[in-house]
């Protein structure tokens, strides 16, 4: 069910971000503990500002309570996708090649479910990354939790 919500949010919401030339990198509809979240992550060149997230707010409730479309309760959260921005679709493998990524498996490979390297990119629907030594590792995308930039300080 919330696949179906996310979609449909997703929907809504590509118009409202095509007006100020927004990118939706994200939807989730979660319950966590007693409360349901339905949570945009957007981002725009030269990132997202508090107002941004604050106006593509204000113009999905329009929308949403116009339609409708979820029966329980949430909390909306409209929000920047963060300097560890996940990777998920296509688009995101290219333009992000060649960035250092974290990887995170649901399983262990070899006692490791966490792989740090250089996004190769999305080839027949594997990760591919070269690690620090160099070595190519490939993980099949059904089998990966989750991608993200990975964060040097």
Do not use: H
């Not at 500002?49 to 113009?59: A, K, L, P």
């Not at 979820?70 to 960035?99: A, H, T």
């Amino acid at each position: 069910m919330s696949k179906k919500i996310e979609q449909q949010v997703e929907e809504m919401l590509y118009p409202i971000l095509q007006e100020k030339n927004f990118e939706c990198v994200d939807v989730e509809f979660v319950k966590e503990g007693p409360n349901w979240y339905l949570r945009i992550f957007i981002d725009k060149e030269g990132g997202i500002t508090i107002d941004d997230c604050e106006w593509v707010s204000r113009s999905l409730e329009k929308e949403l309570d116009k339609t409708d479309p979820i029966i329980q309760p949430y909390i909306l959260e409209v929000s920047s996708p963060g300097l560890d921005r996940p990777l998920k679709k296509e688009e995101d493998f290219k333009r992000y090649q060649g960035e250092l990524v974290d990887v995170k498996l649901y399983k262990a490979v070899n006692k490791q479910k966490e792989f740090q390297g250089k996004l190769i990119g999305l080839q027949d629907d594997q990760i591919v990354i070269e690690d620090e030594k160099g070595e190519i590792c490939s993980f099949p995308r059904d089998q990966v939790s989750i991608v993200r930039l990975a964060v040097i300080w």
